[in-house]
């Protein structure tokens, strides 16, 4: 059985590590990367990495390299390829599985500021702060570029104009821990943190560590995602539903035939 991984996320390499060679070395994975990041930390079995040239490309791939099933273990705000998915894996005839962490939830002494959009988490900030903590990922900075405030932005990979006037960057990976992200916090002396409801344990400690400090958080909540797609919250969820696929994955309809794009 040939499983194909569209990956990139803590979750999409744990998913790999437990399927590759699994069955007595009958499971062949393959794990497909966008490339964003220079030096992606590589998953167990085979990868790919770009994009496939949108649904038609996808489609082309998977019956070219006989694809027996799709797994979406894509960042949630990956919204693209997760519709791409979708409409390939209904017109490929192959079952697809989105593995789907699950989202942050509020707790006592939170002050969050849900939004919609990169655009209304910078105008939110009036009022709220003067030095932001920008965690939001390296590709949306532009959304900030007009913001008068001092921003903190951290990625992976250096980010490049337009960004705000005022920026430091801070490159660094998760994941992070509390004592750290307190420190940051007290070092840089910041008094509001932007985030996308990102979900997962790796980046979750600044969320406390913002509670604590009495910090508030603009959280930009997830894009919608295709309908008619079976989900699975965890790592394991989605290794199960893997292995009981039938043959060219009959085990599983997954709404194909009710799919709304």
């Not at 192959?94 to 500021?113: K, Y």
């Amino acid at each position: 059985m040939h499983v194909l991984i569209l990956g990139g996320t803590s979750e999409a390499r744990a998913l790999a590590e437990r399927l590759h060679g699994t069955d007595g070395g009958t499971v062949r994975v393959t794990s497909s990367l966008a490339g964003r990041v220079a030096a992606p930390r590589l998953p167990a079995g085979e990868v790919r990495i770009g994009g496939f040239g949108g649904v038609e490309g996808l489609v082309e791939w998977v019956r070219a390299h006989a694809v027996d099933a799709v797994i979406d273990a894509t960042h949630p705000f990956a919204e693209r390829i997760s519709f791409n998915a979708a409409r390939a894996a209904a017109t490929a005839h192959v079952p697809l599985l989105a593995l789907r962490r699950p989202g942050w939830v509020p707790e006592s002494g939170d002050d969050w500021h849900p939004v919609g959009s990169l655009p209304e988490a910078a105008r939110a900030l009036d009022g709220l702060g003067e030095r932001v903590f920008l965690t939001t990922g390296r590709m949306g900075l532009a959304s900030f570029a007009d913001c008068p405030q001092w921003f903190l932005v951290r990625s992976v990979d250096a980010p490049e104009p337009p960004m705000p006037a005022r920026t430091e960057v801070l490159l660094d990976r998760g994941p992070f821990t509390l004592e750290g992200e307190r420190d940051l916090l007290a070092r840089h002396r910041i008094d509001v943190l932007v985030t996308k409801d990102s979900g997962a344990t790796a980046t979750a400690p600044k969320l406390q560590a913002a509670r604590e400090a009495g910090i508030p958080v603009i959280v930009v909540r997830r894009p919608p995602a295709p309908e008619g797609v079976e989900t699975a919250a965890s790592v394991a969820e989605a290794a199960a539903w893997a292995r009981g696929l039938g043959p060219r994955g009959a085990a599983h309809t997954n709404g194909l035939g009710t799919f709304t794009p």
